[in-house]
């Protein structure tokens, strides 16, 4: 794997499988990419980052998931960020049809935790608390539950749990995003990073929360019906809410390119604004 942009980079050594130990050149480099050029977490609001993959053709899941867009690289993105992340944000929908189960401490790299838990939380968003096929999940302790008050009160309310899960109500009717949020920050979790899917990043776009995007593109047409990597539910009816990114690097291997853009004013935007405010 090497950078293209904004400079091109020497070759990083691909390593899909954490080890204990120092970390690898090639997976501390990395980690000071993905950390170059952000605030990252201030003392009053979190930091969200985006990972996601899609076709050239922009799908977000082949068959009905994501793993066949992905390739080594995209794999050692995937782990890193989760290393550096303090929870991982994620639809049901998702942690379902991906089968999500609890980040693994022998997945990730450990060098990178600075005295944090040794793997991070996974936080799940369900309105319908129906999470058949997330047992895994549900079976830890540090996993959390965000519903609405509705849903909760049939649980047992908020603090109770589902499985050693526990449940945060943020929302009375639907989860609100940002309620959501800001119980993650109360428990402490300041480094987000969503996985998706589709419907919860729509969410969080909307609501402006999303800071930073990690999107790998694989080199495959898709050509099917698979949604978008952000995709409002077509009954909400949601105005576009345009969020401006800066490119900040490109990364690629075999065909693949991973690019990470943060929230900010591209010169393409800019010019827009330039442009309505000549037009008064
Ligand atoms: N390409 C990628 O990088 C990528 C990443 C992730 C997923 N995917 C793919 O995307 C597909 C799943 O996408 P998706 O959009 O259906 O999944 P999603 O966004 O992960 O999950 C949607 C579900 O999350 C819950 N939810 C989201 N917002 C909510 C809110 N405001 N209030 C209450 N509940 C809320 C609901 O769960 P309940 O139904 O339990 O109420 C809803 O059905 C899969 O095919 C997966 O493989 C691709």
């Given at each position: 794997?090497?950078q293209?942009?904004p400079?091109?980079?020497p070759?990083l ?5 954490a080890?204990?130990?120092p970390?690898?050149a090639s997976?501390?480099q ?5 950390r ?7 003392a009053?609001r979190?930091?969200?980052r ?6 050239a053709?922009g799908?977000?899941a082949?068959?009905?998931?994501s793993?066949g867009l992905?390739?080594p690289?995209?794999r050692?993105?995937?782990y890193?960020?989760r290393?550096?992340a ?13 089968r999500?189960?609890?980040a693994r401490?022998?997945?990730l ?6 005295g944090?838990?040794?793997?991070p939380?996974i936080?799940?968003v369900?309105g319908s608390?129906?999470l ?5 999940l549900l079976s830890d302790?540090?996993?959390i539950?965000?519903t609405?008050?509705?849903?909760a009160a049939?649980?047992?309310g908020?603090?109770a749990?589902?499985?050693?899960a526990?449940i ?8 609100d ?5 800001a119980?993650l920050v ?7 990073l ?9 969410q ?12 790998t593109?694989s080199?495959?047409l898709?050509?099917g019906t698979?949604?978008?990597i ?5 009954a909400a ?5 345009v969020?401006g ?13 991973l690019?990470?853009?943060?929230k900010?004013?591209?010169h ?6 330039d442009?309505a405010?000549?037009?008064?």
């Open positions: 794997m090497r293209i942009y400079v091109a980079g070759e050594e691909l390593i899909t499988t080890t204990t130990g970390l690898p997976v501390a990395l980690a000071d990419l993905y170059d050029g952000t605030s990252g977490p201030a009053d979190p930091w969200i985006a990972n996601m993959v899609a076709s053709d799908a977000a082949l068959a009905g998931r793993g992905g390739g690289a995209d050692m993105v995937f890193l960020l290393s550096l303090d929870v991982i944000l994620v639809g049901a929908g998702t942690a379902r049809a991906e999500y189960k609890p401490e022998s997945r790299w450990v060098g990178l935790r600075d944090r838990p040794p793997a939380a936080a799940l369900s608390l129906d058949g096929g997330c047992e895994p302790a540090q996993t539950v965000l609405t008050a509705a849903a049939g649980a047992g908020t603090g749990r589902t499985g050693q526990r945060v109500v943020a929302g009375e009717r639907r989860v995003l940002g309620q959501a949020v119980a109360s428990l402490g979790f300041r480094q987000i969503t996985e998706g899917g589709p419907r919860l990043l729509a969080l776009a909307q609501a402006g929360l999303v800071d930073e995007l990690c999107l593109t080199p495959v898709a050509a698979a949604s978008r952000v995709a409002s539910d077509p009816d949601r105005p576009d809410a969020t990114l800066v490119l900040a690097h490109v990364l690629t291997d075999a065909g693949f390119l690019s990470r853009y943060v900010g004013l591209s393409h935007m800019k010019g827009m604004a442009a405010a000549r037009q008064g």
